[in-house]
C-alpha cells in the first residue's frame, strides 16, 4: 500500500506521521520527500478495519492537509519510465557506475551480445566497448559529454556517453556515472535517409514569399495532380529543376523513379542513346541496355533545356508523347512505356517554331501545361528570404554559426540584378561564407560581377551626327547593360526587342563575353 501526504513545511511532522505507523505496528518499506514536500509512505497492505482507523488519525495531525492512496511512489514511476524508455529504444545502452560497473543496460544491448541482464550487470564496460579509456575519463578533474567513435561486438559503433551528476548541497555535483548510448552505421545512415527525405509537403523547400512566386507554387501544386506533360519556362538558375522535382514528389507517380536527361549537354546519338537504349547488336554490343525511358516507368522522365534537342530526337520523343511507344537504337521491337515528362526551357519555343527550329506539334504536346518561373530580379522580396535560408544551411555543413546580413549586405544584395538568378545568389554566399572571419555577413565580403553604374545620358560632348550619336548611345547602353543580361533573349525581355534584334546589334559592336567582363 502507499499513501500520498499533502502537508505543510513543519519540523517534526515526518517523526509524527512515522509515530502512528509504529503505534499501529506497520512494517515501512519505503519513505521519498518531493520537491513539493509531499511525504510518500510505502508499507504492506493492512486490514480494512484498520485502514478506517489509521487515515483519520495520519489527518488529525498538525500541518496535515491531505492523505490519499497512490499507486507508485515518485522513484518507482521514474525507474518504470526508465524501464518503458530503455526496452522501447532500438539502440543499445548502457548506464554504468563512476569505477565503469555496469549498472543497467537494455533490451537491445542484451539482445546484441547474446546474454541476459543478470550476465551483464557489474561487469566492466572495457569488456564490451574498446576504443575509449573510461576509467581515465571518469577520473578526470572535469568529466564533460563526448561522443567517441567504438568498437562493439567487433564493429563500429558511435556513442555519445553521458556523465550522469548527482547534486551534493545546494551548489556543488557528484559524478555517479554515465549513460552511453551507441548507434551503428547501418542505423546512422537510416536517420540521415530520413532526415533528407522530402518533407509531406513537397513544395516547402521553394521559398516563396513574393506574389509572383506563390503564384507559380499554387499553380505548379495543381498541375502536380494531373498527368499531363509540364514545360518550365525560365531562365538558368531560377530552380526549374527543383520546381519539377517537388512536382514529381507531390503527384501519383511519386513512388517511382525521377530520371534526368540534360539535352544540352550531349552530342545528338549519345543522348538518343541515353533516352531510348540500344537493342542487342548495336554498336558492337552483345547485351542491350536499357535507356531513361525504361528507368522512367511509371514515374516521371525530367527533359532539362528541351529546346535544343535536334529535330531529329524531336520527331521520336513526339512518338512518345503520342502513344507511348519507342524503339531502342538499332532494334525493330516496339516497347510501351508509362511516363509523365516534365520539360524545361530557357528558350521562346515559340519563336523557335516560327523560324522551324523546333517542331510545331511537339511543341503543343509539351505545352499543355506551362509554368514560367520569374527571375531573382522579378521576386526582389524573395531575396533576402532566401538568402538567410543558403546561409543557414551553408553553415551548418560547415560547422559554424550563420552570420548576419548588415544593412548594407541587405542592400546590394536587393538591388544586384542577379543575371545567375537563385543559383547564383547561393554560390556567391557560399564563397562569401567559406572565407568569412566575423559573425556578420557585409557587401564587402560578396564578390559580383560590377553590374550597370547609373549615370546620365550624355557622358561627353555631342560631336557627331544623330545617327552617330544614337549608336553611340545605343552601343554604351548595351555594354552597360550585357553583364546583368549575358543572353540575347534576357537583353531582349529587358528592353522590349526581339532576340535576333539584339544579337544583331551585340554583334555590330563585337559586344560578348570575350569583350565584355560577366
Known amino acids: 500500500m502507499r499513501l500520498e501526504i499533502s502537508c ?20 515501512l518499506r519505503g519513505i521519498e520527500i518531493d520537491s513539493s514536500g509531499k511525504i510518500f509512505l510505502h508499507f504492506p497492505n493492512v486490514e480494512f478495519a484498520e485502514f478506517q482507523h489509521l487515515m483519520p488519525k495520519i489527518r488529525r495531525i498538525d500541518g496535515i492537509e491531505d492523505v490519499k492512496t497512490t499507486p507508485f511512489m515518485p522513484i518507482e514511476r521514474e525507474q518504470n519510465q526508465l524501464r518503458a524508455l530503455l526496452r522501447t529504444l532500438p539502440d543499445p545502452v548502457f548506464s554504468i557506475d563512476s569505477r565503469g560497473d555496469i549498472l543497467l543496460v537494455n533490451e537491445a544491448a542484451v539482445s546484441s551480445l547474446e546474454s541476459t541482464q543478470e550476465e551483464l550487470v557489474g561487469k566492466d564496460i572495457t569488456e564490451f566497448i574498446k576504443g575509449f579509456n573510461f576509467g581515465r575519463w571518469l577520473d578526470g578533474k572535469q568529466v564533460l559529454a563526448q561522443t567517441q567513435k567504438v568498437k562493439f561486438i567487433e564493429q563500429d559503433f558511435l556513442a555519445d556517453i553521458l556523465p550522469v551528476m548527482v547534486a551534493d548541497g545546494e551548489a556543488d555535483s557528484v559524478l555517479a556515472g554515465a549513460v552511453l548510448l551507441l548507434k551503428s552505421e547501418y542505423r546512422l545512415g537510416q536517420q540521415l535517409t530520413v532526415f533528407h527525405q522530402a518533407s509531406g509537403d513537397s513544395f516547402n523547400e521553394i ?58 549537354s550531349m552530342p545528338d546519338d549519345m543522348a538518343e542513346q541515353e533516352l531510348f537504349g540500344y537493342g542487342q547488336g548495336a554498336y558492337g554490343q552483345s547485351e542491350a541496355k536499357s535507356g531513361l525511358l525504361e528507368q522512367a516507368e511509371n514515374g516521371t522522365l525530367f527533359l532539362d533545356e528541351v529546346g535544343d ?10 512518338r512518345v508523347l503520342q502513344d507511348g511507344t519507342y524503339r531502342r537504337v538499332g532494334d525493330t521491337r516496339e516497347l510501351l512505356v508509362n511516363v509523365r515528362i516534365i520539360g524545361t526551357t530557357q528558350k521562346d519555343l515559340a519563336q523557335m517554331v516560327v523560324e522551324g527550329r523546333f517542331r510545331e506539334d511537339l511543341y503543343y504536346r509539351l505545352n499543355v501545361l506551362s509554368l514560367a518561373i520569374p527571375s531573382l530580379r522579378e521576386r526582389k522580396t524573395d531575396v533576402i528570404g532566401l538568402a538567410e535560408h543558403f ?31 537563385v543559383r547564383q545568389l547561393e554560390n556567391a554566399l557560399y564563397r562569401a561564407l567559406t572565407l568569412l572571419e566575423r559573425d556578420e555577413l557585409g557587401k564587402e565580403d560578396i564578390q559580383l560581377p560590377d553590374t550597370v553604374a547609373s549615370s546620365g545620358y550624355f557622358s561627353s560632348e555631342i560631336e557627331g551626327t544623330l545617327d552617330q550619336e544614337v549608336k553611340r548611345f545605343e552601343k554604351d547602353l548595351l555594354r552597360r547593360l550585357y553583364p546583368a543580361y549575358p543572353s540575347t533573349r534576357q537583353l531582349a525581355r529587358k528592353l522590349g526587342l526581339s532576340h ?19
Not at 224 to 232: G, M, N, Q, R, V
Not at 239 to 249: D, P, W, Y
Not at 309 to 318: D, F, I, N, P, V
Open 207 to 264: 521559398h516563396a514569399s513574393s506574389a509572383q512566386m506563390k503564384k507559380v507554387v499554387r499553380e505548379a501544386k495543381k498541375m502536380a495532380e494531373l498527368d499531363a506533360p509540364i514545360l518550365l519556362v525560365g531562365e538558368t538558375g531560377t530552380g526549374k529543376e527543383m520546381m519539377a522535382r517537388a512536382c514529381h514528389q507531390a503527384s501519383r507517380r511519386r513512388g517511382h523513379e525521377f530520371v534526368v536527361l540534360n539535352c544540352a
Open 500 to 518: 535576333t534584334a539584339i544579337a544583331n546589334k551585340l554583334r555590330e559592336y563585337g559586344i560578348s563575353k570575350k569583350t565584355v567582363k560577366v
Open 309 to 318: 534537342m535536334s529535330l531529329s530526337l524531336q520527331a521520336k520523343l513526339l
Open 391 to 421: 546561409l543557414k544551411s551553408q553553415s551548418v555543413k560547415l560547422g559554424r554559426r550563420p552570420p548576419k546580413l548588415n544593412k548594407s549586405c541587405v542592400e546590394f544584395l536587393q538591388g544586384y540584378p542577379w543575371p545567375g538568378n
Open 8 to 27: 505543510q513545511d513543519r519540523l517534526g511532522i515526518t517523526q509524527d506521521v512515522l509515530d502512528i505507523l509504529v503505534e499501529y505496528e506497520i512494517n
